[in-house]
């Protein structure tokens, strides 16, 4: 089966593709307002860092040092990492939503409900509640003069040591750190809203004459590959960061910064917990989703099928004894038959509902394996023994 086969089967865009980056109408504020096409989208996502940088540089008091910071330099980069990841994301959940809700059998006014909060402007509106304590945490951080050197830590040669770029560049900088924090906020969002919405209405839904599409015929699986491959592109957002923050020293933090504890942490390493927290609510999101999926479908067995395999094992307790009547024993060998197949069918059911998301929940914790055990390396290490 060649891809645009398989991506047309699932209903969402394959990863790392090309047609991966055309807009495929999530509404996003940011995914809409960039280019719709896959070449224009790369062309932007290069030429807005670059027309950056180059603003920049014809602002800053200091160009040699401006060329040297590695905040400033990584962001060529950086920001197109954030585009593409918001682009491909954004691209799967256009698609690739109402084929997952679908597959769950919820009816259309659920399906409403959720779309209307993980698509279009209720979404870009979680984003922004997301990332606000980022963007809010960065401008405060930045802005604030330290209470003992007086400086700002732009300014501070113990922490950023930008004093030679010039408050233009500074604000500046902020600027683009909350886009780039915005972006973030979309995929930070999805998370939450799967925790919150997507669990709520599989509380609500009755299976009942669907539960063998939903079970049996994998519809419940659409949405579980929607939440991989956006864990799959989470993955390399977060290594990308990781290799940011490692390129501009900040991995491991400077010596004036202090960690105590778990507020030192929000208030001093924010790439780091960005990354972790997105990883934590996504393990908790599909944890979440899984087991009340597994007991929205387990009910619907029991409530289907409990009745039926009372009857069918009391039917194949009894003795089959032929009668030599043609038309009784027809109608013996019937029962019988239909008590096996009930048995089966429950049987099947149930088999299933034990094993509903264990293999994609594997594969997202070992996807979430190395930047969770990155974070908790460094806070092992910040906070000693």
Same mark, same amino acid.
């Given at each position: 089966?060649?891809? !645009? =086969?398989?991506?047309? +089967? /699932?209903?969402?865009? &394959? %990863?790392?593709?090309?047609? #991966? @980056? ?8 940011? !995914? =809409?307002?960039?280019? +719709? /096409?896959?070449?224009? &989208? %790369?062309?932007?996502?290069? #030429? @807005? ?337």
């Amino acid at each position: 089966m060649t891809q !645009d =086969a398989r991506a047309s +089967r /699932s209903g969402a865009p &394959l %990863l790392w593709t090309w047609e #991966a @980056l055309r807009y495929r109408g999530s509404g996003w504020w940011l !995914d =809409a307002a960039l280019p +719709r /096409s896959p070449l224009g &989208l %790369l062309v932007v996502a290069c #030429a @807005l860092p670059i027309a950056w940088f180059a603003a920049g540089y014809g602002l800053t008091a200091d160009p040699a040092a401006f060329l040297a910071t590695h905040d400033v330099t990584g962001q060529l980069w950086f920001f197109p990492l954030h585009v593409i990841s918001l682009r491909i994301v954004g691209g799967l959940w256009g698609s690739g939503l109402r084929p997952s809700l679908d597959g769950l059998a919820l009816d259309p006014a659920a399906q409403r409900r959720i779309r209307r909060g993980a698509l279009g402007t209720w979404a870009s509106l979680g984003a922004i509640a997301a990332c606000a304590f980022f963007i809010v945490r960065d401008c405060w951080f930045g802005l604030t003069p330290d209470a003992t050197s007086g400086l700002v830590p732009f300014d501070d040669p113990a922490m950023w040591d930008m004093a030679a770029l010039g408050r233009p560049v500074h604000v500046m900088m902020l600027g683009l750190w909350c886009v780039e924090w915005l972006m973030f906020g979309y995929l930070l969002w999805l998370q939450v809203w799967i925790l919150v919405a997507w669990t709520r209405e599989l509380r609500k839904v009755s299976y009942g004459d669907r539960l063998g599409e939903v079970l049996v015929g994998n519809g419940y699986r659409q949405a579980l590959t929607l939440f991989s491959k956006t864990t799959s592109v989470s993955l390399v957002f977060a290594l990308g960061n990781v290799g940011f923050i490692a390129f501009t020293g900040e991995l491991i933090p400077r010596e004036v910064v202090e960690i105590e504890g778990v507020g030192d942490f929000l208030r001093e390493m924010s790439d780091l917990l960005s990354t972790s927290l997105l990883f934590v609510l996504t393990l908790v999101a599909a944890f979440a989703f899984v087991r009340v999926l597994r007991g929205s479908l387990t009910k619907a067995v029991n409530a289907r099928y409990a009745k039926a395999d009372d009857a069918a094992l009391a039917e194949l307790t009894r003795p089959l004894e032929p009668t030599g009547e043609l038309a009784t024993d027809v109608a013996l060998l019937r029962a019988r038959a239909n008590a096996q197949s009930r048995l089966l069918r429950a049987l099947v059911f149930q088999r299933e509902v034990t094993i509903v998301g264990s293999s994609t929940m594997a594969t997202m914790v070992a996807k979430a394996i190395l930047p969770l055990a990155t974070a908790a390396l460094k806070l092992r290490k910040l906070l000693g023994p």
